[in-house]
Nanobody, 121 residues
Framework: QVQLVESGGGLVQAGGSLRLSCTASGRAFSRYTMGWFRQVPGKEREFVASISWTGVGRYSSDSAKGRFTISRDSAKNTVYLQMNSLKPEDTAVYYC??????????????WGQGTQVTVSS
């Protein structure tokens, strides 16, 4: 019903940049937040950044702050994560997610399949 598809991952050297994209399809949301998370095998999934579809509310983790920028294009139902000054510790599978603010529940409701980001030293 609701599908999120990530793209833009790959292999990059330390100090390089990547831009991840996530496109949503299936149905429209009236009020919602889109976000990025990442996960390394054997560790729990961690928050990276999020943005309100209005663009007013933006948040980022301490590790991402100053290096990563989240943005969105409402007309394309797409959210982006621009990653600069990448470090080997940024290596992970990156997932996009949607929190439907109108469903009466807290937390993110829909998740993509993920895209691999690998940063070499």
């Amino acid at each position: 019903q609701v599908q999120l598809v990530e793209s833009g991952g790959g292999l990059v050297q330390a100090g390089g940049s990547l831009r991840l994209s996530c496109t949503a399809s299936g149905r429209a949301f009236s009020r919602y937040t889109m976000g990025w998370f990442r996960q390394v095998p054997g560790k729990e999934r961690e928050f990276v950044a999020s943005i309100s579809w209005t663009g007013v509310g933006r948040y980022s983790s301490d590790s991402a702050k100053g290096r990563f920028t989240i943005s969105r294009d409402s007309a394309k139902n797409t959210v982006y994560l621009q990653m600069n000054s990448l470090k080997p510790e940024d290596t992970a599978v990156y997932y996009c997610a949607v929190d439907d603010l109108s469903d009466g529940r807290s937390g993110f409701d829909y998740w993509g399949q993920g895209t691999q980001v690998t940063v070499s030293s």
